[in-house]
C-alpha cells in the first residue's frame, strides 16, 4: 500500500533529506546560538555559578515583575477584544457595520511594532492627539490632562497592535462553526451575548488559546515597544537586556535575563504542547 | 554610474576595464552615532571626497546611537579578527569615547595621527585620553558635544544656576523638569553624572582617576537625594523625547544635546523660546572620534578621509555651520575660517568661558560603570 512504502524504503530517505535543511537552519540559527547563551548565563571567571542569576534579581527583580504583569494584561486584553470583535462578525444584525468592521479590525496587524510605538508615542502623550482633541470637544480639561505614556502607553500599543491578529484567527473559527447550534439557541430565546458565551466560546476555546499563547510570546520579544514608550523604572526585561549588552557589554547578566524570559514563556508553550497532546495529535 | 560602466566594460576596451576596477574602490565608513552624523557624510563630506578622489565611492553605514552603536562595531572587528580575515571591510569607524577606548585596549585599531596633516590640530586632552584611557595617536576628534539643560524661557524667567538651584526649582515645581533615565539615550545620563560630580565628592577623581573600587561605597547619600528628585519629576522617553516634550510644553525644563538643540532650533522643531543653561558644577560632553580598523582594506584611503575631515576648512563649514558641533580640532585653526556671526551663533546661550568652567568629561570608564550599576540598583530597582 502507498503508506507502506512512504514509512519504509528509499522515499524515507529522501524525507530525511528534505527535513535536513530546515533541521540545521534551526541547529545553526536557533539550538547552537541558545546553548552558547545558557553556558554564558552559567559562567563566570573560570567556573559556574548563579552568580548572574542573582545580580539580574538584585538589579531587575522589580522589571521581572512589571513584564509578567505587563504580558498578562495586554494578553487578557487582547484575548476579550478578539473575541468582542470576533462574536459581532458572527452574530452581527447591523451588516453595514458588520462589513465596516471587517473592513477597519485588520489594519493594523499590516503595521510594524516600532511604528505603533511611533504612534503612540505622539498619540498618548500629554499634549498629544487624544488629549487635544478631548479637549477640543470639551470632554477634559487642559489641567486634567496627563500623559498615558508609561505602562498603560504599553498596554495600549500591544493590545492595539495584537488583536487583529486573534481576531481574525478567531473570526476564522467562528465562521467554521455549525450555524445550526447558534440557530437552535437563538430560536429558544437566547441573547446573543449568551449564544457568544455558551455556545460559540467553547468550540473555538482552542484556536483562541493558540492566538494568545502566540501573543504572549511576540509581546514578551519586543523591545522597541518599552524602548520608545516606556523611559521610566520598571520597564521589560527586552530592555535591560539590550542596556546590559550596549551599556557594559555584560553578556553574562544579559543572557541571565534571557533565560528568565525562556522560563516564562517556557510556561505557556507547556500549556501549548499539552493542549496538542491532548487533543490526540500534533499542537495546532 | 554602474549602469553606465558595464556597457563600457563590455565593449571590452582594456583601458576602460581599468577605470571600471578604479570605480569600484569603496571606503567603508562605519558611523556609530545619531541619524544626523550619518547625514554629515552621505549629504556632506562624502561627495566631496569623491570628487576630490575620482574612482572613490564613500559608503556610509549607520550603527545607531550611544554605546550601542560603537559597540556594533567592536563586535563586527572583533569577529573578523577572530575569523583569520587578512583584512577587515570597515575603513573608517566613528565612535564614542568609551567604546573607542576598547577597540584601542582590544587591539582592533590602527596608530596613525602621526601620519596625517593634521595630526598636530588637536591637542586637548580628549585627543591623547578617552576615559582614562591612553588612545594617543589612535584617534582624531570628529567634534565636540555638550550636554546642558533646555529651558523654556517663557515659563521660567531665572533658570537655575547649579545642580542646587534646579533641585530647589523642581521642588516648586513639580513634573516641570523631566529626563530620560539612563537606559535611553545620553543626555539622561550626562545629567547623572553631572548630579554625581555635583554630590558624591571628589568629581576630579572620577574624571581622573586613579579607580578605587571602594569610592561607590561613598555614594548613597547622593544616590537616596537622587531617587527622591525623581519622584517629582517627569521621565521622558529619550533624548529626542525630552525635545519632544519641551516643544509641547509638557515639561519647561530637561537635560539636551547642545548640537541636536540648535539643529532642532534651526529645522523650526523647536521654538526660538527655548534656551540652555550650562549648570554649575558641570555637566559632561564628549568628542566623536575618527579611528582606522588594524587591518581596514583601504587604510591609506581612510587616513586621506580623515585628513579631509579633519581640515580647518572642513570644520569650520562642515562641523560648525552645518552641523552645530564644537569642533574636534582646536578652536583657534578654526575660528580663522570661518564667519564671526557663524562663530558667535554657536556660543549664545552657552559662553565660552561657563564652556570652559562647566564643560565637564566623562568618568574614566570604570567609575562611569559603577554610576551606572549604581543607579540601577539603588535609584531604579
Known sequence: MATDTQANGPNRIISMVLVAPSLLMIALLFLYPLGFSVVSAFAESGSWGLANFYKAYQFYSRDIL????????????????????GGYLTLGENPRAVAILRWLYRWPLFIPFIVSAQLMRTFLAKNGMMNNVLIELGL??????????DWRGIVVTFVWKQTPFVALLVAGAMAALDRTTIEAARNLGASRLRILIEIIIPQIATTLMVGLILTYVVIMSVLSVPLMINAQSPTMLTVDMAFRINSYGDYGVANALGIISYLITGIVAWFYLRQGLDNGGSPK | MKYLTIPLALAGAISLNVQVTAAETILNVASGGSENMVQYVTDYLGPMFEKQNPGVKVRVIGTGPGDAGTQKIIEKLEAQKNAGKETWDIDVAV?????TAELVNMGLLKSYRAKISTGSLATRDTSKMALGVNVDGYVMPMFHSQTAIAYNSDLVATPPG??????????KNPKAFGYNGIKNGMSGVSFVVGWMYAYAGDAAKLQNGPYDENTKGNWDGALSNLKAFNENITFTPGNAGTLDMLNRGEIAMGPVWVDMFYSWQADGRIPPNLKLKLISPGMPGQPYYYSIPAKAANSDLAMKFIELATSPKVQAEGIVNRFNWYPGIDAMHVEKSLDPMVWKKLFTDVTPDELAANGKPFPIAPYFSDIKEAYELKVSN
Open chain 2, 95 to 99: 565612535g564614542n569615547q568609551q567604546k
Open chain 2, 162 to 171: 547649579s545642580y542646587d538651584e534646579l533641585r530647589a526649582w523642581a521642588l
Open chain 1, 66 to 85: 512589571f513584564t509578567i504583569v505587563i504580558v498578562l494584561i495586554s494578553t487578557a486584553l487582547v484575548g476579550l477584544f478578539a473575541i468582542a470583535i
Open chain 1, 140 to 149: 477634559l480639561d487642559q489641567l486634567q490632562s496627563v500623559s498615558f505614556l
